[in-house]
């Protein structure tokens, strides 16, 4: 009868384990989708904010040649126009987001390695990401990634863990290049607005666009240039704001993915920092 009992406690020990184990399973794949559904919208929003980039590259392009031929003046030539193309930084922000939704795919417990299509995915990337210069210990990272990949040794939680740690590395760089950059052409904008001579405005033109109750023609057209001047200065202020809080995501999606490969599965700090990352980008629950 004792032996009978000992088998039934045994039998029932084993059942709580796999129904604990087949919960953690679960509850592990459900942060894995919040996860890549995170990482979508934190793309999403990182392409946007290139697209921004290359807008206000637009923005000080044609207002600082037009102001050079007000002033007659080439000041700031080289630093405006620099090259700062945002196309490979697009193409490359476009197949992270397709790893991401491969991503989202393998949350699925239904759904395998090659029906995700996340490694021609992480090929695809990994392509674009030769293309881009790294410190040693992240060239030694995306050696490592190349070989897995190539190897067909898929552990989708250690690779895209490694995949953060260069993304990261190469967002926060390009971010802060560009951000100098467009201070430069700020500056630039800036100095010009402000040596356009007063014989360049027709006052009356210029009348209805000054709300100041000013009635000296180059009181009035002194307090235009600042206007321009305090417009350009908002937009700059809000490029580097978007690149600050794109950081600040990117560094997170960073973190969440390093609570995957951790020994502890308990996934606490991964629902803190998703939720985190949407307060930051206004994404809605």
């Known amino acids: 009868m004792k032996h009978k009992t000992l088998i039934y406690k045994t039998l029932a020990v084993i059942v709580i384990i796999f129904a604990i184990g087949g919960c953690s399973q679960e509850y592990i794949k459900n942060r894995q989708a919040a996860t890549a559904q995170v990482g979508i919208e934190v793309f999403e929003a990182t392409e946007a904010l290139y697209d921004s980039i290359h807008a206000m590259n637009y923005y000080y392009q044609y207002n600082t040649d037009y102001l050079q031929i007000l002033t007659n003046d080439s000041v700031g030539s ?89 993304y990261l590395d190469l967002i926060d760089n390009d971010l802060a290049q560009r951000k100098a950059i467009l201070q430069k052409k700020y500056d630039t904008y800036e100095t010009l607005v402000a040596k356009v ?21 180059n009181d009035i057209i002194a307090l235009y240039k600042m206007q321009l001047q305090k417009d350009a200065h908002q937009k700059q202020t809000d490029i580097e704001l978007s690149m600050s809080t794109i950081s600040k995501v990117v560094q997170t999606m960073s973190i969440i993915h390093a609570e995957f490969i951790k020994q502890d599965k308990s996934n606490v700090d991964i629902d803190q920092s998703t939720a985190k990352i949407k307060q930051q980008l206004n994404i809605s629950e």
């Open 197 to 217: 001579p007063a014989s360049a405005f027709d006052i009356e033109k210029v009348k209805p666009l000054v709300k100041a109750p000013l009635k000296n023609d």
């Open 78 to 166: 080289a630093a405006v126009n620099q090259d700062n193309s945002v196309d490979k930084m697009l193409e490359f922000i476009h197949f992270v987001q397709k790893v991401y939704r491969s991503y989202d795919m393998l949350s699925d417990i239904e759904v395998g390695i090659e029906k995700s299509g996340i490694r021609p995915n992480f090929e695809l990337l990994i392509q674009r990401l030769d293309s881009f210069d790294f410190d040693d210990n992240n060239k030694k990272i995306l050696s490592e990634l190349k070989l897995s990949v190539k190897a067909h040794k898929f552990e989708a939680k250690d690779l895209m863990y490694e995949l953060s740690l260069l």
